[in-house]
């Protein structure tokens, strides 16, 4: 059984990537350097699954998951994986806090990170590199005054010492990742979250009609974003995650949503395991 994740070692993708493989037996997890090709390989059937970061909730949507989810591959969301996001500040051993010249770490840690490095680190060089542990790796091999923006994993993984912890802007800070496979459970159930994507027509009241759908049904629609088609200037598909209790409900209102539409995608319906440290 291979799992991929977006690699390396001691992310977080790679943390929810372990949370997974603990529900599958003689699994393999496979480390990518791109979201898109560890989806790719998914399409492909090279991978069983792959565990992949879709949505933060300081920074919100991670672009690259969710258009390649829309327009570049044709897989099923099996499961959603909830997992809580410390970030501490890690040096080699001996370097203080008063002698740190830069500071790297993954462009979305860096921004969720923000208010504590602009207060302590406010003249500090803000470097950004391919993965929170790729900061551990270079500041575990450099020679200069350096702090890397990590996980407890990494700074462990490559002997560094933790100086600060937790400091993340938001204490609540999630992130939630989706579990992908190329053709779903074999026994597909309407329970849970369902995820979609349509397109409508350029005309007055196309969304609202769809929105009514989701309405006479009762699901509740908790996330709603449009994206860019991609081929031509203003115009989009919606993208929506919604949840019921009713198994019969979702099924109905997802075959009146596509007659409705011009494009349609039913991404999966799914259940969600809170990770809690």
């Not at 399409?43 to 300081?58: C, G, Q």
């Not at 044709?74 to 370097?95: F, M, R, S, W």
């Not at 993965?131 to 990590?150: D, F, K, P, R, Y």
């Not at 074999?186 to 994507?197: A, D, M």
Request: aromatic share 8%; glycine share 6%.
């Amino acid at each position: 059984m291979k799992i991929g994740y977006l690699g390396p070692q001691g992310t977080f993708s790679h943390k929810a990537a372990k949370e997974f493989a603990k529900t599958q037996e003689n699994h393999e997890l496979v480390p990518f350097n791109y979201i898109v090709d560890c989806l790719d390989a998914v399409n492909k059937k090279a991978l069983d699954f792959a565990v992949v970061p879709f949505e933060n909730s300081i920074e919100g949507t991670v672009t690259f998951t969710i258009d390649s989810l829309i327009f570049d591959v044709d897989v099923i969301i099996e499961q959603e994986i909830i997992l809580p996001i410390t970030h501490n500040l890690a040096v080699k051993n001996g370097v203080k806090k008063e002698v740190i010249t830069k500071i790297l770490s993954h462009p979305q840690a860096l921004a969720q990170c923000k208010k504590y490095l602009d207060k302590n680190f406010h003249d500090a060089e803000k470097i950004q590199v391919s993965s929170t542990a790729e900061a551990g790796n270079i500041v575990s091999q450099s020679n200069e005054c350096l702090g890397a923006v990590c996980t407890k994993e990494a700074a462990e993984l490559f002997g560094l010492t933790i100086i600060e912890e937790s400091i993340q802007d938001e204490v609540q800070n999630k992130t939630r990742f989706l579990v992908v496979s190329k053709d779903g459970p074999t026994l597909p159930k309407y329970e849970g979250k369902t995820s979609i994507v349509f397109g409508t027509g350029n005309e007055p009241g196309s969304l609202y009609r769809i929105l009514d759908i989701m309405a006479i049904w009762d699901l509740n629609m908790s996330k709603i974003e449009s994206r860019p088609r991609k081929n031509e200037l203003g115009k989009y598909v919606f993208y929506i995650d919604m949840e019921s209790t009713n198994a019969a409900d979702i099924s109905d209102a997802l075959k009146m949503i596509e007659r409705k539409t011009s494009f349609f995608k039913h991404l999966g319906t799914y259940h969600t395991l809170q990770y809690r440290q």
